[in-house]
């Protein structure tokens, strides 16, 4: 090689460096954006999982709500059935003829069967101190609301049939007046283990 000549490695190791440079720098540069990339996806995870907890808090809330509500919308119905029935006692007790109470049957068979619909729902969703108040009053509301004593004995003459009456009615409407008392102390008992129950402040006996 003559004096003053370039070696021709010279070019050839400075285009690699240069090349080397370039490579190196396209890898920086993806490298960055990779992690800002991950920066990102990281940040947007984060904000998705707040989102679907805050949403999922939101539904879990509004279930709750919504139980409540029909179980209030449940426990209103048969607490009503019972109000209904005490009701019925009192016009039972103050009856005035064995044709009275009798024209009350219809009013009694309608009321009984809405009570045993409510009641039925109110199982599923009382709890054991509920259910138990329910059961050991199940006979209160209806067994004996309508006794076969009311109707004469047959043969018997009109005399005979109107003192059977009489004494048949004194005898119904003061078993009526136990079963109002009882009744209503079933309806106050029960309405306060419901509001207890639901986290309501029980309310005063009348």
Same mark, same amino acid.
Request: hydrophobic fraction near 40%; avoid cysteine; charged fraction near 30%.
């Given at each position: 090689? #003559?004096?003053?000549?370039?070696?021709?490695?010279?070019?050839?190791?400075? &285009?690699?460096?240069?090349?080397?440079?370039?490579?190196?720098?396209?890898?920086?540069?993806?490298?960055?954006?990779?992690?800002?990339?991950?920066?990102?996806? =990281?940040? =947007?995870?984060?904000?998705?999982?707040?989102?679907?907890?805050?949403?999922?808090?939101?539904?879990?809330?509004?279930?709750?709500?919504?139980?409540?509500?029909?179980?209030?919308?449940?426990?209103?119905?048969?607490?009503?059935?019972?109000?209904?029935? @005490?009701?019925?006692?009192?016009?039972?007790?103050? +009856?005035?003829?064995?044709?009275?109470?009798?024209?009350?049957?219809?009013?009694?068979?309608?009321?009984?069967?809405?009570? =045993?619909?409510?009641?039925?729902?109110?199982?599923?969703?009382?709890?054991?101190?509920?259910?138990?108040?329910?059961?050991?009053? @199940?006979?209160?509301?209806?067994? &004996?609301?309508?006794?076969?004593?009311?109707?004469?004995?047959?043969?018997?003459?009109?005399? =005979?049939?109107? +003192?059977?009456?009489?004494?048949?009615?004194?005898?119904?409407?003061?078993? #009526?007046?136990?079963?109002?008392?009882?009744?209503?102390?079933?309806?106050?008992?029960?309405?306060?283990?419901?509001?207890?129950?639901?986290?309501?402040?029980?309310? #005063?006996?009348?």
């Amino acid at each position: 090689m #003559q004096t003053g000549q370039v070696s021709i490695w010279v070019p050839i190791i400075v &285009g690699v460096i240069g090349l080397i440079g370039v490579i190196s720098g396209q890898l920086v540069n993806a490298w960055r954006e990779d992690r800002r990339w991950r920066r990102d996806q =990281e940040r =947007e995870e984060v904000r998705w999982k707040r989102e679907r907890e805050k949403e999922e808090m939101k539904l879990a809330h509004d279930s709750v709500i919504n139980l409540r509500d029909k179980r209030i919308e449940l426990f209103a119905a048969y607490i009503q059935s019972v109000y209904a029935a @005490a009701m019925l006692a009192n016009k039972l007790e103050s +009856a005035p003829s064995i044709e009275s109470v009798k024209e009350m049957q219809v009013e009694y068979q309608q009321l009984q069967a809405a009570s =045993e619909a409510a009641g039925q729902a109110v199982r599923i969703i009382a709890s054991d101190q509920i259910l138990a108040l329910f059961k050991s009053n @199940a006979l209160v509301l209806f067994h &004996g609301f309508i006794h076969r004593y009311l109707v004469p004995p047959l043969g018997a003459t009109e005399e =005979e049939t109107k +003192a059977n009456q009489e004494k048949a009615l004194k005898d119904y409407k003061d078993s #009526q007046r136990e079963r109002s008392t009882r009744i209503w102390s079933y309806y106050h008992d029960l309405t306060n283990l419901v509001r207890a129950d639901l986290g309501i402040t029980p309310m #005063q006996k009348e």
